[in-house]
């Protein structure tokens, strides 16, 4: 079944990012945002993780890290990761990439498409695209 959740402005992601998580419930953890530059995928993940309680001040993008590590408000870790500077997926596998995968913690993921071939099949694919107005409407299959 197609999904799709728009959010019409800054303003709304709030909202966007707690009626998504409601969707991923306990079912999907590991979750693929695949969009072009500049297309809110790090502010759609700050709105996700300050929907589960992330200190706010803990958030930034993962460029240069790959991986950053969260704590949600009940203790639990989250990841959050940026595939961008990843050139080979064996890259990816060194920072042992199937670790944080099979942890059973919820994997965010930017720039997925330079790891593709690594991604699990119940990965999330999730698109973002920017409306003509500014709205970014995420869509994925379920």
Request: with cysteine; aromatic share 10%; charged share 25%.
């Amino acid at each position: 079944m197609k999904r799709i959740l728009t959010i019409h402005s800054l303003e709304d992601i709030d909202r966007a990012a707690e009626e998504f998580l409601q969707f991923l419930g306990q079912s999907h953890k590991l979750v693929a945002f695949y969009a072009p530059m500049g297309a809110g995928k790090t502010t759609f993940t700050t709105a996700i993780c300050r929907a589960l309680g992330v200190d706010n001040d803990a958030v930034s993008s993962p460029t240069f890290s790959i991986v950053n590590e969260y704590r949600t408000a009940l203790g639990v870790p989250m990841y959050h990761f940026d595939f961008y500077r990843i050139s080979n997926p064996a890259e990816a596998l060194d920072i042992g990439l199937y670790d944080y995968l099979d942890s059973g913690c919820l994997c965010v993921m930017e720039w997925p498409e330079n790891i593709e071939a690594l991604l699990p099949e119940d990965t999330l694919r999730v698109e973002i695209s920017v409306g003509p107005d500014g709205s970014r409407t995420l869509s994925w299959e379920d």
